[in-house]
């Protein structure tokens, strides 16, 4: 059932506890080392932003990410998430520790800035993109619009969700592809039309090959509401359908979601929330995705999240943490993900210096190694594009 906001606030103190920093070459709980922080991608002339990550079948790591010029050099007070020139970037590695220097580019939109690309590598070697993006409107035209339209700022107006996808190992995108407009969904692009279908967050490809991927909705507009619901694809990507709502509530908005599979076939959706004191949330589908049971807060902080599983089934939870000191953070979890609220939190990186720093998602490299990716900012300098190696013992 779902936990009452009250005696989850409540909840969460009782579950805070003293998190373990994982240093290079200490030990830590359940078996998981730090071995080293590393840097992707950094150009001083780019904002640098929420990456994920795949390993490909020849066992080259690929690592995409949203990157936009650096507004600094123009005299700029500031970078912001949404810009016009806001690009998909990838680098490439051969051992997960050395990347290429320059990046390759995935897709510019002809409409506007993109924004975070969310690979998904199917069984097949198949890879999806998924990513949403921004149209900029002059201000003579945003008087003319459609409403309702989602503006943030500077005329950049919300465009909805879309997908790229690949048969020939990136070689070639096909796209960009549209799910379609879910009814939740309340907001129009700047065309008029309903949005289509978006999220933030990884999807994954169930065992019996259907394709799992929890989509965001602005099922309020005043005030400012979104709610997480579940779409499913039976035929690799190609097309999708809305099955069932994730988790909505009269007071808390939920957004970025990533979901996961256990070994025994739960669907489990890890949840960033808003108006919810920045608690994570998690949401379950015992039933295949036909219907979720209430969403439960985590009992404590941080977003987005990015699940991995590990060897022995255990699943390494990481997630972007935004209060002093701000960094990156990681759990692991049993197989089953039942035991979230208890799980020590280990502290991966405490050295950010802005709030404006996480989004981690992590890789096996091999049996002993992990690649948790993400995008920080330290000692002042711009946000880049970095990771750290985890080994497991």
Known sequence: MKIPSTLVRVTALLFLGVAVAVTQGADAPMGVRKVKDIVIYEDDGFHAAFPSVVKR?????????????????????????????????????????????????????????????????????????????????????????????????????????????????????????????????????????????????????????????????????????????????????????????????????????????????????????????DQACIARSTDGGRSFEPWQGMGWQGHPLHATRLPDDRVLLVYGYRHAPMGIRARVLNAECTDFATAPEIVLRDDGTTSDLGYPWSVMLDDKRVLVTYYINVDGGLQHIAGTILALD
Request: charged letters at 20%; one cysteine or more.
């Open 57 to 277: 079948p020849d066992g080259e790591v690929w690592v995409a990410f949203r990157r936009a010029p650096n507004r600094l050099l123009w005299g700029e007070t500031h970078n912001n998430h949404v810009d016009p020139n806001s690009y998909l970037m990838m680098v490439r590695s051969s051992d997960g520790v050395t990347f290429s220097p320059e990046p390759e580019l995935i897709y510019a939109d002809a409409w506007g800035g993109s924004q975070d690309p969310c690979m998904l590598q199917l069984r097949d070697g198949t890879l999806l993109c998924m990513t949403y993006g921004w149209t900029f409107v002059r201000p003579e035209g945003i008087a003319n619009l459609k409403a309702p339209v989602r503006n943030v700022g500077s005329g950049a107006i919300f465009n909805g969700g879309y997908y790229l996808r690949s048969e020939d190992g990136g070689e070639h995108w096909q796209g960009p592809m549209h799910a379609p407009h879910i009814e939740p969904e309340l907001l129009r692009d700047p065309f008029g039309e309903p949005i289509t279908a978006y999220n933030r967050g990884a999807a994954v490809e169930g065992k019996d090959g259907r394709l799992f991927w929890v989509a965001a909705a602005t099922d309020r507009i005043s005030p400012h509401r979104t709610s997480n619901h579940l779409m499913i694809s039976e035929d690799k990507g190609l097309s999708w359908e809305y099955s069932t709502s994730v988790a909505v509530d009269d007071e808390v908005t939920f957004n970025e979601a990533s979901i996961y599979e256990t070994p025994q076939g739960d669907l489990v959706a890890f949840l960033r929330t808003a108006n919810f004191e």
